[in-house]
Each structure stands twice: as structure tokens, then as C-alpha cells.
Nanobody, 119 residues
Framework: VQLQASGGGLVQAGGSLRLSCAAS??????MGWFRQAPGKEREFVAC????????YVTDSVKGRFTISRDSANYQGYLQMNSLKPEDTAVYYC???????????????WGRGTLVTVSS
């Protein structure tokens, strides 16, 4: 499965961005979003099942970020509102066959898209 994330960019604090992730195949059941800030470990952000739409967003972004998917086209989205400078990171979409917040559960990874939030 090849994943292509897009939608990153430079935005001012308080602004919004919508990330998209397109998959080349439909051989997975869960799409996840992770991020890696400069000098930090990659961390889980959100995940969603592609069929039922069961979603989970980590506490640090809950209320600001929303994960969704287009089950017909097998694409995933991460809507990010009220962005803060600490949200600056490379955002990765990942695909796997288990509903999980851990990186090891995801078999396929996109190349990442950079989100920069200025203060």
C-alpha cells in the first residue's frame, strides 16, 4: 500500500489546515495519523477505521483536530483547527489492519507532510 499525505503548509497560530491521505490499495482497515516535532519522538495523533468510521483522537488535540475518512475512495483526512505553534511537526499517515495508537500496528507509512504553525 502506498500512502500519499498532502495538505501541510505554513499557517499562523489559530488557523486551520486539512491534511489528506490517499491510499493506493484497500487492503487495510485502519488509518492513523502520527506526527514528529523537531527533536522529538514520533507520536500518535488520531486513527479511524475505514469501514465503520470508529475514530479516536489523542487528548492533546481533542476538540481541535478531527479525523475522518471517505470510505468510497479510501481516503483519510485530518482537520486541524485552532493550531498552535506546538503543533508544528511532520505529519504522517499510516495504514494497518488493527485499530491501534501504537506505531508498530501500522504496516504502511506515507512520506509525511510538514505543518508549520507560526506564533
Amino acid at each position: 500500500v502506498q500512502l500519499q499525505a498532502s495538505g501541510g503548509g505554513l499557517v499562523q497560530a489559530g488557523g486551520s489546515l486539512r491534511l489528506s491521505c490517499a491510499a493506493s490499495e484497500r487492503t487495510f482497515t485502519t488509518m492513523g495519523w502520527f506526527r514528529q516535532a523537531p527533536g522529538k519522538e514520533r507520536e500518535f495523533v488520531a486513527c479511524i477505521t475505514m469501514t465503520g468510521g470508529s475514530a479516536y483522537v489523542t487528548d492533546s488535540v481533542k476538540g481541535r483536530f478531527t479525523i475522518s475518512r471517505d470510505s468510497a475512495n479510501y481516503q483519510g483526512y485530518l482537520q486541524m483547527n485552532s493550531l498552535k505553534p506546538e503543533d508544528t511537526a511532520v505529519y504522517y499517515c499510516a495504514a494497518g489492519r488493527a485499530w491501534s495508537t501504537t506505531q508498530a500496528a501500522y504496516n504502511y507509512w506515507g512520506r509525511g507532510t510538514l505543518v508549520t504553525v507560526s506564533s
